[in-house]
C-alpha cells in the first residue's frame, strides 16, 4: 500500500488567511484525492489528480484549489480560509482511475476561527 | 448520479452479537460497490467490495452481498468484537468521474 503523509496534522488558523495542507506518498500512485468530512455529511470529494499537473473539480470546490507538481505530493489550498472550512480533510491515493482500493492519509484537523 | 444511502447510526451492540448495517444504492448500471472502515483517529481503510452483482466480499468476518433486486449492499458479521467499534462507509464510483462517492457513516459501538 502507498504510504500517505499528512501535514500537518492539526492546524488553527484565523478567517481570512490562506492556508496550505500537504499529502506526500510514497508507493508512485497516479491518482490523488482531496476528502472533507464532516459530521452529518460523510466524506466529500474537494479536488482529484490523475497525474502531475492534472487535477479535477469534485462536488465541494469552492474556495479551495489544488496543484500536483510532482507525482508524490498533492497540495490542497484555501485561498481565505472561513468557518465553514473547519473540517478534517483527507488525502488519499490509488494506482489507476478504476482502482478503488484507496490508501488514505491519517487526516488533518483544521479549525478556522 | 451513483449514490448510496446508509442506516443511520450508531448502532450499539454487545460483544458476540450479530451486526447489519443497511446500504441501498442508486446507480446506472451496476458499478463495483465497497465497505471502508475508519477506527478512531485514523484514515479510512478499505473493508471489503464485490465488483458485479451477486458477487459476495468478504473480509475479517465481515461480508456484504452485491443485491441488484434490491439494489442493497448490507455488510453483516456474525459476532462482533470490542475491537470492531468503528465508522463504516458504503461507497461506489462516481458517475462518469475515476471517484468514490461515500455514505455519511454509520458508527458501531461494541461494549464488552
Known sequence: DAGITQSPRHKVTETGTPVTLRCHQTENHRYMYWYRQDPGHGLRLIHYSYGV?????????????VSRSKT?????????ATSSQTSVYFCAAALGGEDYGYTFGSGTRLTVV | GNSVTQMEGPVTLSEEAFLTINCTYTATGYPSLFWYVQYPGEGLQ?????????????????E?????????????????????????????????????????????????
Do not use: I, W
Open chain 1, 53 to 65: 499537473k492534472d487535477t479535477d473539480k469534485g462536488e465541494v470546490s469552492d474556495g479551495y484549489s
Open chain 1, 72 to 80: 508524490e505530493d498533492f497540495l490542497l489550498t484555501l485561498e481565505s
Open chain 2, 46 to 62: 478499505l473493508l471489503l467490495k464485490a465488483t458485479k452483482a451477486d458477487d459476495k466480499g468478504s473480509n475479517k468476518g465481515f
Open chain 2, 64 to 112: 456484504a452481498t452485491y443485491r441488484k433486486e434490491t439494489t442493497s449492499f448490507h455488510l453483516e458479521k456474525g459476532s462482533v468484537q470490542v475491537s470492531d467499534s468503528a465508522v463504516y462507509f458504503c461507497a461506489l464510483p462516481r458517475s462518469g468521474y475515476s471517484t468514490l462517492t461515500f455514505g455519511k457513516g454509520t458508527m458501531l459501538l461494541v461494549s464488552p
